[in-house]
């Protein structure tokens, strides 16, 4: 099974095909070259191996599996706690804001007052929850009596002169609407609306006022209904979206850098992209980043623990500059290095990362013959110590020199593949890429 697998590998960007089914595969412990004239697509290739571009088509698998972020139980909970967060705004959203903040604030306050009991929680989010749901409110009249009202304030059922006999009336009040079919018209001195129990809920001087009444407990009753339709259907409608809207923003970042570092690839850039401001050695720390504490408190106190981990990875820093025989310039700042020796502290910084697999993109660029002949002779030092390189490279005789494989792009498409004697002898790649000339 190879280390690295890249299987009909196609990039696209808007019309452009920058990369069109590109198949690569690398060897544990090769060192394997893609090379192809300017705009061939090789970087390309790198930026979606490394998961700096999402590949518009085709699979990337390392060590036989494609380096993405798992999904989990905590991936599955994180959206749905979004998405029930979502749907909880929705449905506020969808709700009486000024009539909401009466119920679940301002009347529990009124209540609390008179009751002479603290406010709580709980008796907030229960007015709340009573308002959402359509369901009968108490008010405090300033004479001191207490009104049953709708929800929305716009019904008023009875007016009782304490706040529990409001209390008892409107659980009475609650069941004649959960009940109204059962509701029955009695003739005593008045004319009494009963329920099936007999108890009265509204007494009337004629059957005008009783229908009147009969149709408030329904127009409460159809609005109740409403009410929880709209209520639900916006929380499921907000769940929904928030749920799926987080795992789509968490789906897009499933392979991104970070991921295919931690699963063991690391990379240098055409571009030197060093902190030119800070020290050799600080470079090649940064590297390790995954290997110090995130304890902030034992690193702000330097705790023993915390220099000894400090010391151990300075340690291995230097090892690794010494690998790249730039370990004299340790406390030197990036910026003041020879170009060619900050290629060398590139290479360093990736390898701090401890990588399987190691991508070099054009690493012998701006440097002399001299230097080309050192740096041959580093990634074999490299390879040596069990790291496997892929390098994308233009200096031919570095190419055929230190490969074991070569792969040749051309137009985003690959023409050939094989060993270097096998490329330079394939008429198709001395046409469109060597020429004769070079090759003989």
Known sequence: MPLLSVKDLTMRFGGLTAVKDVDIDVEAGQIVSVIGPNGAGKTTVFNAITGIYEPTSGTIEFAGRELVRPLNLRVIASCAAIGILTGTMLMLAASNIDQLWKAAVKRPMVIAYDTKEPLTTGQML???REYLAGDLALNRLRSGRWTIISADGSITLGTEKNYELALA????????????????????????????TGETIYSAENE?????????????AARATAASFWQIGAMFL??????????VVWNRSRRVPEVISHGGIARTFQNIRLFPHMTVLEN???????????NVLAMMLQLPFTRQAQKNLCGQATELLKLLDIDSHRDDLAKNLPYGKQRRLEIARALATEPKLLLLDEPAAGMNPSESDDLMQMIRKIRDRGVTIVLIEHHMKLVMDISDRIHVLEYGQKIAEGTPKEVRENPRVIEAYLGKDEVS
Do not use: N, P, W
Not at 284 to 291: N, T
């Open 126 to 128: 229960r007015g709340a």
């Open 169 to 196: 009336r409107r659980d009475l009040v609650r069941r004649a609407i959960d009940d109204l079919d059962s509701l029955q018209v009695v003739q005593a001195d008045k004319l009494e609306l009963q329920l099936a």
């Open 208 to 220: 005008a006022q009783i229908d009147f009444f009969r149709k408030q407990l329904s127009d409460i």
């Open 238 to 247: 907000g769940t929904i979206l928030g749920a799926a809207g987080t795992y």
């Open 284 to 294: 090649v720390l940064i590297g390790m980043d995954r290997k110090f504490s995130s």
